[in-house]
Every structure is written in structure tokens, then in C-alpha cells.
């Protein structure tokens, strides 16, 4: 379980919140250091990012809408450790990844969930299997059939969803929507077996207690201005014991208590992390060892990384 102490608020953090918002809760944490840089995705727009649960120290991204069906392998430091592409899918709008283990394999969790206008009949999830180092080039990229597609609806109608998560002791998939008032969290059991299944989420509840924009920067167009709290990635510790959620201003912590439910872990204040200060934030993954957190954005190559103990 990641134990983490809380800070008092500051002054300045309490005027803030009198005025604009309840604060989340500080953490001794200290900033993020710079891991290295990117060499993938070629497009320049890291969407998500996994810890593989194969190979001890590779991480795995994507590009955003407009890349390649294509999953990067790069070291901690990001240097490019090899390419898998997915047969017979299409990447509309990919925009997070996971990584989970079940069914004894390594698995690699893409979320084909953007849909920025709400429009979209229905998205996708593919579950591929990971493969071997020995499988990796960064020249000549491998190739592999996801073991199931998902095809996704909601119950309320289309979302956009940037975050993916997945707890593979509850063989389920949580999302959480990004455009929304108060971003939603949905839930899908992965089929036993595994298969290409049509499945409609389910509506868990709202995650409420993310930091909004004060006054002045709701005056301010862009990422870190009136969009700051928008979810853009998503991710949830191997052991269970915490989650984290990636905004375009903020990185938050959410440590879960024994046995509890995700959306009740979800709900409740989070830890705010250092800032990040990048500007289009989208990606982050706890190392599979959990004592990381690595964040990339889509407007630059740097990937960055939290201590957390």
C-alpha cells in the first residue's frame, strides 16, 4: 500500500480555495525529474502510456488520432526498444493504454475512446497480447492480432474518454469521460473468455474532487487555462493499492483503502502531486513496481517521472 503523508494547505492555497475550490491535499513528493526523451511515437503526440508486466523497465506508447495502429516500445529513458503493430484494427482515435496480467499472459489494453464531439456510434477497446523482447526491433516492427476487440457503448449515450485503467483482480475495465461537467467513471468486465464481445459500460458514479480553474484562468483559452481539469490518462498501481489521474494542469493521487471499490477511491480528495508544467499533458503510468509515475505529453518529447517513495 503506498503510504503518503499529507501537507497543511498554504495561505496562498487556502485563499484559493475560499474563493474557487475545495484544494486537494499537498504531497512531500518531490518535483518530477526529467527520465529522458521520447523516441516514439513519430508523430510526436504520446496519448498513453503502460509498464509492461513482461519486461522489467520497458514502457510501452501510442500516438493520438491521425498515428499508425502501432504500439512503441522505449526504455525508462525513452529510447526506442522496438514497434508492434495490430492487425486488422484501425486507430481512429486512440488515446490511452494499459497493461494488466490475466489469464497467465501479459496483456496490452488500447483505448480506441476519443470521440471529441461526442459523435461516434460506438469505440473500441483491443486487448493484444504482449510480446517477447526477442520479438522487438526498432527497425522491422512485429505484428500481432489483438486477442479481442470491444465493442463499446454507453449507457448515456457517447463519451469522450481519455483514461483507461484496468484491475486485473476484478478482470475489469474502468474508464473515465473527459469532457463532461463532473468526468463520469464506467466500468467493463473483460469477457471470460476472452473474446470480441459488443458490451455497453457500466455507469459507476462521479469523480467530483478534480482541482478546477480559478476565475482567472477560466478567462484563459487552452490547455492550461479553462481546460485544466479535464482527465486526459488514467492509471491504476499493479498491486491495486492506488490510482492516478492525469489532468492538463494537474498529476492526483488517489490511495485506495483495503477493499474498497474503485469508484469510492475515485471520489474522495486526492493527493496533488507537483506540477507537471507541460503543456498538453496525456499520458502516465505507475512503473510496474509502483514507486513511479511517469507522465509524456503531446507537445513535447519529454518524459517525465514522480518518486513516491
Not at 9 to 31: I, R, Y
Not at 36 to 54: F, H, Y
Request: net charge neutral; glycine share 8%; aromatic share 6%.
Amino acid at each position: 500500500m503506498i503510504q503518503l503523508p499529507r501537507l497543511g494547505l498554504t495561505l496562498a492555497v487556502l485563499a484559493l480555495s475560499v474563493c474557487c475550490w475545495a484544494a486537494p491535499a499537498a504531497n512531500k513528493a518531490a518535483p518530477p525529474s526529467v527520465a529522458g526523451t521520447l523516441e516514439a511515437p513519430p508523430n510526436d503526440e504520446a496519448s498513453g502510456l503502460a509498464a509492461s508486466r513482461r519486461t522489467p523497465g520497458l514502457l510501452w506508447t501510442h500516438d493520438d488520432s491521425g498515428g499508425q495502429p502501432e504500439l512503441y516500445a522505449v526504455d525508462a529513458g525513452g529510447r526506442l526498444r522496438g514497434v508492434l503493430r495490430l492487425e486488422g484494427v484501425k486507430a481512429e482515435d486512440w488515446e490511452d493504454l494499459a497493461a494488466a496480467e490475466f489469464d497467465g499472459k501479459a496483456w496490452l489494453i488500447v483505448a480506441d475512446t476519443g470521440d471529441n464531439n461526442a459523435k461516434r456510434a460506438h469505440t473500441w477497446i483491443h486487448l493484444v497480447a504482449e510480446p517477447a523482447t526477442d520479438r522487438l526491433s526498432p527497425s522491422k516492427p512485429a505484428s500481432e492480432r489483438p486477442s479481442a476487440s470491444l465493442k463499446l457503448t454507453y449507457p448515456d449515450g457517447p463519451r469522450d474518454c481519455e483514461s483507461l485503467s484496468v484491475d486485473a483482480r476484478e478482470r475489469a475495465i474502468y474508464l473515465l469521460s473527459k469532457r463532461d461537467p463532473v468526468p463520469r467513471l464506467y466500468r467493463v468486465d473483460i469477457p471470460n473468455p476472452l473474446r470480441d464481445s459488443e458490451i455497453t459500460a457500466r455507469f459507476i458514479g462521479e469523480v467530483g474532487r478534480l482541482p478546477q480553474p480559478t476565475a482567472a484562468q477560466k478567462l484563459v483559452r487552452g490547455y492550461l487555462g479553462e481546460h485544466r481539469a479535464w482527465p486526459t490518462a488514467m492509471d491504476f498501481s499493479a498491486d491495486g493499492s492506488a490510482a492516478v489521474v492525469l489532468t492538463y494542469g494537474h498529476v492526483l493521487l488517489f490511495p485506495r483503502k483495503d477493499g474498497e471499490a474503485w469508484g469510492a477511491t475515485l471520489a474522495r480528495e486526492p493527493v496533488l502531486l507537483p506540477p507537471h508544467n507541460l503543456t498538453q499533458a496525456e499520458a502516465i503510468c505507475f512503473s510496474a513496481d509502483g514507486r513511479g509515475v511517469y507522465v509524456a505529453s503531446e507537445k513535447t518529447r519529454t518524459l517525465l517521472r514522480y518518486e513516491l517513495r
